[in-house]
């Protein structure tokens, strides 16, 4: 299920028997993707990159949080960065478009501050333009490593 603890509680309530319900994994609603080191790398960095920055992950079921094991982050990450980068940018209309302007005023700044606050963490923006602004475009979705160098 997608959604908060509280939903998920919400609906464990009225199973006829609750106590045999657990919860494997709950986040919040950040939708996790998990990507293990026998994965396809080509296909789970398609794939996160629809799950997390079609509609430019403005909408609920979008990835969050991607776990990508220890032994395969470098290579995902240079992919991911490079397929980040390829990304096409504009106005929604125009042919090939990926990544268009944000639909809320403010959001960038509100996004901005999500990348700055990670930096403080001790993560650290991959790739070379991340979390640029132009008007309300978020023009360079970033990359964020939060792992040991």
């Known amino acids: 299920m997608i959604g908060a603890s509280k939903t998920a509680n919400a609906l464990k309530i009225q199973h006829p028997f609750p106590n045999r319900l657990r919860c494997v994994l709950g986040l919040e609603a ?27 992950g403005q909408r609920c079921t979008a990835l969050k949080i991607l776990f990508v094991q220890a032994d395969i982050v470098v290579p995902f990450l240079e992919r991911f960065n490079a397929a980040v980068t390829a990304l096409s940018f504009g106005m929604p209309w125009k042919e090939g478009v990926f990544v268009t302007p944000v639909a809320e005023k403010g959001k960038t700044d509100y996004l901005k501050a999500l990348v ?31 792992i040991p160098k």
């Open 116 to 146: 700055s606050d990670a930096v403080e963490q001790g993560a650290r923006v991959v790739n070379t333009s991340g979390a640029t602004i132009c008007g309300s475009f978020f023009s360079r979705l970033s990359c964020i490593r939060s």
């Open 30 to 56: 950040k939708n996790p993707a998990i990507v293990l080191k026998d994965a396809d790398l080509d296909l789970a960095v398609k794939e996160c990159i629809l799950g997390s920055l079609s509609f430019n």
